[in-house]
């Protein structure tokens, strides 16, 4: 079962800084695997608006780990800081990876779009959690 809001905090506790900066690192990467699928299916489509609109969509995706970094790092602590006190549901996950990247994108003057990619990424970054560390986010008993 998937814990939306409250997790097992005994069970977090081995969950170590290797597997949450893992799963950052993966989720900080997965926009540029996304990026060369979407120049692949730009393919068969040459010559018409739909090429364009994947190419840019394919460019734009490209650019997200270039500043999504600045959101990651401080979202990566407060995830381990909510998943040690029991609070490592998706709900706070992401509202925590929605908060701080909106911070960040008002700090680095880019305004609330960067909100979305935290959003987006905090939850792929959770769910790779859930993969790399099987049964540590599991919901209290």
């Not at 809001?5 to 997965?30: F, H, K, N, Q, S």
């Amino acid at each position: 079962m998937i814990p939306l809001w409250r997790t097992d905090p005994e069970a977090a506790a081995g969950l170590g800084w290797r597997r949450i900066a893992g799963a950052a690192a993966i989720a900080w990467v997965a926009p540029w695997g996304l990026a060369l699928v979407l120049r692949a299916a730009a393919v068969p489509v040459a010559g018409s608006s739909a090429e364009l609109l994947l190419l840019d969509l394919g460019v734009l995706l490209v650019m997200v780990p270039l500043f999504s970094w600045a959101g990651l790092l401080p979202g990566a602590v407060v995830a381990a800081w909510l998943i040690r006190r029991g609070f490592g549901g998706l709900g706070p996950i992401l509202i925590s990876g929605f908060v701080v990247a909106l911070l960040v994108g008002v700090v680095m003057g880019v305004g609330t779009g960067f909100a979305a990619a935290g959003l987006l990424l905090s939850g792929l970054a959770w769910g790779v959690l859930l993969i790399l560390a099987p049964g540590r986010l599991r919901p209290p008993t």
